[in-house]
Structure formats: C-alpha cells, structure tokens
C-alpha cells in the first residue's frame, strides 16, 4: 500500500505540473469550490495510470485508495468496513463459456463460435418453442417507437436486429435512441415483455456476416435473467425464407418507412440452451462522513453519491481502428468523483453549519449494473430510514448549450425549489424529468422512497469511448454544476424540514391507471438476487402475504434479480391482474398471489 501511496503522491505532482500546463485559471467559486483541485482530480482518475478503472482491476483499487485518502485528508469520518473507508462487496468479473451453450433453427445445428455465440450477461437455462421478430428490439414510446407494440413475446424466443432505426437525429447530434440500443438494454427489454430468449443478429446494414463485427466482451457479465445469443445472418435467415422474405429486405422496409415491422415466424422453432459460469471478485465503496452538528438532526443523514468505477481497456470497434484501448471515462465518472471529492472538501470546512449528518459514497460495480450501490443500500452504515436525500454526481464534465439534466424520483418541493434558487446566480440552463430507473446509482435509492436526484450534462460521442479523455472536460461548467448541487446540500443539511419520504415504488410523476404493488426489493447479496426489505401497510403486498425479509425468485413467472428488473416486470400488468409472488423466506420456497390495484397520486 505505501508504494502505491508513494507512486500517487508522485502523479499528484505530475498531474500539478499538467493542470498549470494546460492553462487552468485560479477561478474563484462559491464556498470554496476550486477549478484547480476538480482538475486534479479528473487528471489523476482518468490518467494512464489507472487504465480505465475497470472493475475486479488493481487500478480501480489505486483509485479507491486515492479517494479515501482524500477523505481522510479532509478530515472525514471513516463509515467503511472495520473503521476503514472501503466498503467491500462482491461483484461478477467475468463470465465464462459452458460446454453446454447450443442453437437449433428448426431443428438444425449451428456452430457455436462460427454461426453464434452466448453473451456474458446471459442466465443459463434451456428453451425449445416459438420465435417472434422483434425489428429493433426497442421500446420509447416517447420517441415513437415501439416494436413489440402488437406482438406476444411472453415465453417465447425474439430476434432483433443490433443498433437502431435512423430516425430522430442530425448526422453530428448524438442519437435519440443510442441509450436503448445496447445487448443489455434490449436484453431488459425482451425480458420485460415476458421473452425468454433474445437472439441478436449481425445488422446487414453495418456489418459483415461475421461475429467479430462486434466484442461480446463489451456486454457486462452479470445475469439479466434472459438467454441472450448474438447469431450471424446466414444461421438465422432460413426463418425469414421461411415466410417468403429475407433479412435485408425487412430492414430495407423498416428503415424506409420508418415504422416497427414485427411479427411471428410461422412454423419455425428454435432450441436454445445457455450454459454460462461467472468468476466473482471483491470491489470497494469508499464511504465518509461529516456528522451533524445539531443534537437532533444529526441522526439524519444526506448522501452525496458518484461513481468511480469505468470500463478499464477493452476492445474498440471504429471506422479508424480496431484494438484493445484504454476508456479513460474522464467523464464518465471521473468528472462526477472529482466533484464528490470537491464538496467534500467544501462542506468539511464549514462542518460546523451542517445540523445534519452528510455522507459521502463513491460507488464501484455501477458499469456492470450498479452492484456497489445496491450493496450499500443492502448494507448502509446507518439505518434506511434516516437518510433523508440522496443527490447524485454522473457525467458532470460536458457542460455545453444544451441543458444541465436534473433528474429526480420521489423530491420533495422544497427540495425540486432549493435547485432552482441556487441556480439563480448561476445561471444554468435546466432540464427538469424523471430518468430511466437504471440509468445511475441513484436507482436504488429511489427504490427504496428515498428522495433522489441525480445531476447530468449530457451524453456525447465520447461516451463509452476511448476519446472520453480528461482534456475534454468543461472545468469551469463542471465548477457551476457543483455551485447549484453544493448549495442545495447545504439547504438540506442546514433547514429546519421534514424530507417527507415518498411510499417505496411510488414516483412523482406516477398516474392513475398504473398498477400499485406497496414493496420495493433491493439488491440481497449484492449478485442477482433480491428482497424485500419494506412493505407497505394495506398496501397488494402485505394484503398477500409478503413479508420484509422475503428473498424474491420470482415476479409474475420472471425472474428478477435486480431492482429494475422488478419494476419493469410490474409495469407489463395493469391494476386488477394477479401476478404470483415466489419468494425465499427462512430458506423455504413460498408462492403468494397478489392482486395489484391502481396506483393513485
């Protein structure tokens, strides 16, 4: 450890060196916020040095250990394990091809390596029935695009095509639909609508007929809880001749009009068996404190969330090159750490003011499907209840025209009120909405009714790149995010105010019409498995039995092994519908029967 202090120490320096080459101006910011310091920051996170941070890495322990050591330099109280900053859990590495894994198409074989391949984040399982085109395999009614809109997936095998329609977007603009066009996005979303199995295939628009048009490694190895195959065209086209077309032309068709064009293969079967075996290793949260200075409200607490973990090197697929490369995430997160480390900083200064206790937590596993999160929620230092907020740090280094993306589940208005009047020196362009459930690790303490927001610059054509790089960031934009996040931390800190908590599972923006459950699971174990911790008085769950404490295995006949899975899994039924509830409970299996209602403001 001391040589690794020794060599961080050394690259502090370098990084000074580097910050007052590249021209940095000693800008001065509200309340001690320094551009110098989130400079540094950033330089040392996304630096070679650390090669991506990717998780199960000893750089991503190199920065753990940078983080902490800042903590402790600000005076922070340690809230890890064993009066340590580190706060370890373990997480999914990597996953490793079974003997097992095969695919039929109406009954003949296909070669595993040559004509498909399993995915890393697929379950394992074995799957013989119908299949069912799924176009693009995309859902944004907010987009206009739907293509299971009329389709029955449920229990059944899907074939999507990769990327997404060309619609929507200017030829420099980020496209609309690229945060839903990933292997686990479509994954979740075949999952969703009740599929068993997802079968990608090799666009004929952008690719040849090979498996190397894309690295499988890129998916993340943790189990979404579908059969997940990647296929190459020649394997899967006999299922379109079959129904008097061809791959090419329905894409042609699809792209050309720009409209979904679903639909069953008749008289096709497929046999699908997945057989997928993950190695595990042990990650770490960073967690520290400042606690409060008022006798009463220093039992409750705010958290100030950012995660640090990235992608480490991993292949990289573009028009100019094709390799393994470093993906430094210098915004991603390296921006939102540095800010973490900033208000630190600032607010340990002025301790003295803060009547409640504040918690810092910078979140590992967030990459592969926020494990380090969900293991702090499963594991808080200090009880669930008295968390009061949660205010998350991602993506803040991108500062542009276009909006500073606030994103909120379950805020109060004072505190939705405090963002707006801090900005008012400011002067940020804000965008007020409630963001996908599993876009960050402020997920799983919305889940759990906890008030959260979560602050974003925006996505980018570095994001997830190699290009992602500490040179690009927006000093100064980021240095005005945190003026706005600073301020309404010291808002909530300080104020005589009741953070009304909000019934788990139930968001501001819910309408009438949606089903209601009362219970919201959270990650258990911190590996593909869940449980309910909370339920609500009168509420479906405790009218069927469910009990905190009850490990879920299954929601309404899918398995759910993490929080998103479950809530989109509720939101395929309607109010009235009858879902089984198969839970662990004292190590037996029990199967209770819920009647949802309808969700009411």
Known sequence: MRARIRAGQVWLFVCL????????????????????????????????????????TPELDMAAEYIAREFEAYGLDALGDDGSFLQRFPIALSARMGPSNALLIDDKKQESGSDFVTLPLSTSGVYEGDVVFAGYGISAPQAGWDDYAGIDVAGKAVVVFSHYPPIGAAASAVHPLSFMSSFEMKARNAKRHGARVILFVVDPAFHADTLNSFDVALAAPHDTGVMVLYASRRSVEPLFEKQGTAISSVKRDIDARLRPASFAFTGSSIHVTTDVHRATTTAKNVVAAIPGSDPVLKNEWLVIGAHYDHLGRVRERTKSMDGVRTHHGADDNASGTAGLLELARALARDRSQLKRSVMFAAFAGEEVGLVGSGHFVDHAPVPLASIAAMLNLDMIGRLSRDPLHVMGVHVPDRVADWIRDENKDVGLTMAFSVADSASSDWAVFQAMGIPAVTFFTGIHADYHRSSDTADKINTAGAIKVLSVVNGTARNIARAEFSATRQPAGRSLTDADGEPYFGAEPILHGGLNA????????????????????????????????????????????????????????????????????????
């Open 17 to 56: 060196c580097l910050v007052a080459a590249l021209g940095f101006a000693a800008t001065p910011a509200p309340d001690g916020l320094s551009t110098e310091r989130f400079a540094q920051h950033v330089a040392f996170l996304a630096s070679d040095e650390l090669n991506g941070r990717g998780n199960g």
């Open 530 to 601: 869940l449980r309910f911790t909370s339920v609500l008085k009168d509420s479906p769950a405790a009218k069927a039995g469910v009990r905190s404490g009850d490990v879920v295995i299954e929601f309404g006949g899918f398995p759910a092994k993490t929080p998103n899975d479950f809530r989109m899994t509720l939101e395929s039924f309607k109010p009235g519908d009858m879902p089984a509830v198969d839970v662990l409970r004292g190590g037996r299996p029990l199967r209770l029967v819920v009647t949802l209602e309808e969700e009411r403001r």
